[in-house]
């Protein structure tokens, strides 16, 4: 199967709500809407492999080349034609270079199960020692040509640590994605997905070249040439030894599909089909990425105070992720937090935001269901190649002068530092209302600042959402308007103490020690109010907003008879 020569691979959902299979040219077609993958990795993974495929097919010379094609889509006649030039590089089985495989038919190794394909399937290792107690061997053991390119591809991007010669991700193991989203239902998927294409001189990197991309560029698709072996030193790829595009193209592991003409049905999509993928072939010391990577889909983090050191991408994480990241994933900020959103989400907030606005504004045809926007946020939470997680979510996108993010960024960090500082003194008093003695609460806790910030999440993105709209009548202001910042505490306070009398009364009563809850719950409100000792956050946020603390009495459990 050649992936660009019209076979009908892709899961698209239609406008009317059935899914159907396209050509990745039919991403243009007006009445596909989305994506509709069997699993959420191979989502993520596909909208990462039509952008590459749109970057390199359709290289743009400005933004103003970019509006053209947002307002007029192509027609995928048009997109077919341009992917032309490059089927080549893109076929999935054959004789000559297959699309992210090794050139090498690695008759060398043995075969094993395609599962292994998957980044959260349980390892040689732990099959071995029969530890596979969540996440079981055996549940895919046979693919569709169609599965197994997305899982392939979805590998080669985001492949985690491994072991010896086992060779990561360019981006690190567990990177996670950011993309510009619609807010409307009705966006097609050919706006979702070009809302993320840059212009070609946004994607290099110091020291490399812009050439134009060709199907038979070694240095642009690795597979197309012998491996690019790294088991000596020296051997490390680093941004100035290949294409600016090679990014959206890595090949960290070798694999070679073993594709078998056999009527079946996949256990993944559940699709009957007459070629199969069962086995795969893996080997050791692919390409070895080092050096000042910088995806363009992805959100880096650097020490200011180690300018010396390469920034890391930003990693999936057991907590999860919530409103507390999305400073790091939208605000830039490298010589202070040393937070760097991912360049597709910089060039929207820097360049595009406006460029529609002002067309817009001279009465140019942009689709008003352009104007609200959102950020996708995908990846794993990997430990050292064991999957803990798969994260997918969306938070609002702001619009707002770049004049003005120094301050909204110094807003929302005071927003965040706070609700954090309230968030650890709400577990640490449930586990006071718990446990005689804090020592003895060995047990995970991170639950609790889950439900705390699921709480507060809609009321932190309605407080930003207040406050860039100051900002936009108001550029010049500095200082947060005291009714919002109150409305922010107001609103941790509540939940802080909705959340231990819910856990704080959640076992047994007849283990219920009441007089220690009751004590608990004093020092929480003495925390809230500013009053305690270890309580400076707060005491500092309300006298710096200039605002009193509420002096009502939250009602409580604890404080309506519930002891008695």
Known sequence: MNLLNGARWLPCLMRDGSVEYRPPADMAHPDVINLACPRADFQAGAYQFLLGL????????????????????????????????????????????????????LDDVKDTSVSALLIDSPGASTITKNIDLFVKRGRVDAMCEACAALALFTMQVNAPAGGAGIRVGLRGGGPLTTLVMPESADATLWQRLWLNVL?????????????????????????????????????????????????????????????EPDKCSCDLCGRETDRIVRQVRGKKQGA?????????????????????????????????????????LVLNDPEGSGTMPAAVVLDYINHKQKLVDEERRWGEDVQALLKQ???????????????????????????LPESSQD????????????????????????????FKRLADAKGDMSQVDKQFFSATHDAFFHTVSRLTAILQEKAETTVMPADIAQSWYLVLRREALALFDDQALSGAQENMNWQRATDARRQLQGFLSGRSKGSKAVKDFISQHGFAPTAQTEKSPLTQGGAA
């Open 373 to 399: 926007m959102r950020l996708w946020i995908s990846g794993y939470d990997l430990d050292k190649g064991k999957t803990r997680g798969w994260y997918s979510v969306e938070m609002p996108l702001v619009e």
């Open 199 to 259: 212009p070609s001189s946004r994607l290099v990197q110091q020291g490399q070249r812009w050439t134009e991309p060709r199907s038979d560029d070694p240095d642009l698709f690795f597979w197309i040439a012998d491996t690019r072996i790294s088991d000596k030193k020296g051997t490390e790829v680093l941004p100035e030894h290949v294409h600016p595009l090679h990014a959206y193209w890595s090949v960290p592991r070798r694999f070679r599909l073993l594709i």
């Open 407 to 434: 301050i909204l960024r110094e807003w929302v960090q005071q927003l965040t530092g706070l609700a954090q500082q309230v968030a650890s003194a709400t577990r640490n008093q449930i586990k006071a209302a718990w």
């Open 288 to 328: 070895n990425y080092d050096g000042p990577w910088q995806h363009p889909l992805t959100p880096y983090r650097r020490d200011p105070k180690k300018p010396a050191e390469l920034p890391l991408s930003q990693k999936g994480q057991p907590s999860g992720l919530g409103y507390r990241h999305w400073p790091g």
């Open 54 to 105: 749109l970057q390199t097919a359709l290289p743009l010379a400005d933004h103003g080349e970019w509006l053209d094609y947002l307002i007029e889509p192509p027609r995928p006649d048009t997109l077919q034609k341009a992917f032309a030039p490059l089927e080549s590089a893109f076929e999935l089985d054959g004789d000559g270079p297959r699309f992210m495989q090794d050139l090498d038919p």
